[in-house]
């Protein structure tokens, strides 16, 4: 891992903290929407073939980017997947089970959630997503990305883990309460990110100043979203189905909140 991190002359790849990679604060590239030189990043790549990468191999690309502040610097926070491929290795390396093996124990199953799962394998069921009109598979791309978002699920597995998230029944109250230190991401808009997942103010130039409280929850890559809103105590979860515009169902999800009412 050495060289992972080298910001302005100084290697902070071993001040690297777990807080670091789950609250994105570790000031790494990201590997998925970055560019090296004039090459594709591999977000516009998955959107014109099927490929796969190894954990090593993710490493490799992003020491090949350039890191935006070192790890905790005070304010800043910057999205990246990598972040998640290490937490995953940490968590492999420390519990000596398979990330998508824990989930299952201790997440999935527990929550009867029996329609999600990780995608590890080559017999591993992916549907296809959509690119603007048109149908494409991408199974190896899934794998690459497991633990970043790599996850296959139904909207129903999506709310039954939403309520669980922020119920107190996948872990206590007090604990999600140290998750909700949240920084402002400037490449994401109106997204603040906490421990492992997103915050979007419904009162900010977006919204014309005109919104009340918060969405809580995340989005995905190929136009997926769960989120609650506990201002109306409302709870948004689907998928657009659509890898052209990340951005969708973020704007979905804040217009629906803006406008139901209860």
Do not use: W
Request: proline share 5%.
């Amino acid at each position: 891992m050495n060289g992972l991190h080298d910001f302005e002359g100084k290697d902070y790849s071993q001040d690297l903290e777990v807080y670091d990679l789950l609250f994105q604060t570790s000031g790494l590239p990201d590997y998925f929407t970055e560019k090296i030189g004039e090459s594709r990043g591999l977000s516009e790549q998955a959107k014109h073939e099927d490929f796969y990468m190894t954990f090593d191999e993710l490493i490799v690309r992003t020491k090949q980017l350039k890191p935006h502040f070192a790890p905790r610097t005070k304010g800043k926070a910057y999205y990246s997947d990598i972040n998640f491929d290490i937490l995953d290795i940490v968590f492999e390396n420390v519990s000596g089970m398979p990330v998508a093996e824990a989930f299952r124990q201790m997440i999935f199953a527990p929550l009867g959630m029996d329609n999600t799962y990780l995608v590890t394998g080559l017999d591993d069921f992916v549907p296809p997503v959509y690119l603007n009109s048109k149908e494409i598979e991408r199974p190896q791309v899934f794998r690459t990305f497991k633990s970043s978002g790599g996850a296959v699920s139904t909207a129903r597995d999506m709310m039954t883990f939403l309520k669980a998230f922020v119920g107190g029944t996948l872990f206590k109250r007090e604990t999600f309460r140290m998750l909700e230190t949240y920084r402002s991401i400037p490449s994401m808009g109106p997204i603040e990110y906490g421990g492992g997942h997103m915050r979007i103010s419904l009162r900010t130039i977006n919204t014309l100043f005109m919104g009340k409280g918060a969405l809580i929850g995340h989005s995905g890559s190929t136009g997926s979203f769960a989120f609650y809103y506990p201002e109306k105590d409302l709870f948004f979860v689907g998928d657009l189905n659509q890898i052209a515009d990340p951005s969708l169902p973020i704007r979905l999800v804040m217009q629906l909140a803006m406008t139901i009412r209860v």
